[in-house]
């Protein structure tokens, strides 16, 4: 199947995401901006998204970037690939592999979010999660909310900024 995607400026603000690491501090966004254009070499950074039959843009890939540019520049336009509407869970289980494989470095929790909402959601098993995208069983059981740490403490880490606390809490294989 061929899909065509558009390019057009988007402020990231008008940008919608299911989770995203989002950072405090904004000379270090700026730092992260500077160093990610520096290391494409010229090359234009586009967020890639995808319109909604509403038109509203919901991203897909190049989380980091976009955690830099909504805490740096969140109202300058910047260019975006935006490929046209999938249904949710295909959409999610795109941005699950995309930060396994591609984005590495987005955190436990990002991915936790999005898991999580494949299986409450879409009412997905963790092995169909897996064959679907071509990610090991493990590494999926991996990113599954430990079920020790109570859901009401889990919700109040985004107001205490406990964020990386939590991330290796639940990657402790000694907890």
């Keep these: 199947m ?7 400026l988007v ?10 690491d989002e950072l405090k501090n904004e000379k270090y966004a700026k730092d992260q901006l500077h160093f990610m254009r520096g290391k494409q070499k010229g090359k234009t950074i586009s967020l890639v998204v995808e319109e909604t039959p ?13 955690s830099a540019l909504n805490k740096a520049q969140p109202y300058d336009r910047v260019p975006c690939l935006i490929y046209p509407n999938t249904d949710e869970k295909a959409r999610l289980l ?20 999005i898991i999580m909402q494949l299986i409450e959601k879409h009412n997905m098993s963790e092995s169909e999660i897996a064959q679907a995208t071509n990610i090991e069983l493990k590494t999926v059981k991996y990113h599954i909310l430990d079920r020790r740490i109570p859901y009401d403490i889990r ?5 205490a900024d406990a964020k ?11 907890i």
Excluded: Q
């Design 2 to 8: 061929f899909v065509t995607a558009k390019i057009a």
């Design 11 to 20: 402020c990231p603000k008008k940008i919608k995401t299911y989770y995203y």
């Design 54 to 66: 509403e038109g509203e843009y919901v991203l897909i890939e190049r989380f980091s970037f976009y």
């Design 94 to 113: 795109h941005i699950l592999a995309y930060c396994i494989y591609v984005e590495r470095k987005t955190t436990w929790i990002f991915k936790n979010e």
């Design 155 to 159: 919700k109040e880490d985004n107001n």
């Design 164 to 174: 990386s606390v939590l991330d290796k809490i639940c990657k402790s294989t000694i």
